[in-house]
Structure formats: structure tokens, C-alpha cells
């Protein structure tokens, strides 16, 4: 469930996204297991509703200067500039995907995630392969950084 509003003028902006394997009665979501922050005013904004256990991956380059949540495991993301060296600035969308899989954080397969990945630019095909590398480059940075 996206949010609009100011958000769309610059400021912090958020998404629900509930994933399940039986009917989900509500999309809403107080209190998330996984928050992706792309930026600094939404990493303020949402942190602090991160349900213990969960998990908050940032954008490296943001200065975190809160305090975390407490049982909730922050990690700061190079998705920019892994989108940058991989030739597609503006994939840092896909980057955060890819160290979401890395992390085991996706309840469902790779293939399942690649098919879906290249079917929302199936309007663009000349996309799909450079943000594949992306996502690819994305897991191997969690695999050599991050030991869970």
C-alpha cells in the first residue's frame, strides 16, 4: 500500500508489501518484520516501528544517527553505489532485492524473484539484463560482507 501525499514532493514515502501463503485479510502493516530505507527522512520516519526480530537495511551513504529499534538487526547497504559500478544508476530498487534474497529475507525462490523482476520491465527489455547483474552484484556483496 503505497502512500501519497507530501512524499511525492521529496519527502520520506513508504509501501507496504504483505506476503503470505494463505488469503491476507488486511494489507496493513503496523509493525514490519523488513524495512528497506532508500533514504534518510524515511529511515527516521519508520525505524522505530520495526518489530523486534526484524531486520533494517539502509542506504549506506545515509548518517544513521538514530538509535535502532532494540532485537532488530540494522545493516547499512551499498545499493547505490552497487547500482552505479554495475552500469545502472538507477537500479537501487533492485540492489535492496537483491540483498533482500541474499539475506533470506524474500519468502519465496530466486526464480520466482528473476521471473518477476523481468516481467515488470517487460516494456523496456533492454533493462532486464543489467539489472539482473545488479541484483546478482547486490547478493554477492551480502555474501562477502555479511556472515548470518
Known sequence: MPSDGPEQRGGSASCSVRVGGREIGSPTIDDPDVLV???????????????EGGTIIYEASIKADIAFPA?????????SSIANENGVPKASNTAFLGAMSGLGLLP????????????SMSTRPSLVEPNMKVFEAAK???SDN???
Open 37 to 51: 530505507a532508500m533514504n534518510q527522512p524515511s529511515l527516521e520516519r519508520f525505524a522505530s516501528s520495526v518489530a
Open 71 to 79: 532485537g532488530v538487526r540494522a545493516i547499512p547497504f551499498p545499493a
Open 108 to 119: 519465496f525462490g530466486e526464480k520466482n524473484i528473476k521471473d518477476a523482476l523481468a516481467e
Open 140 to 142: 554477492k556483496w551480502i
Open 146 to 148: 555479511l556472515r548470518n
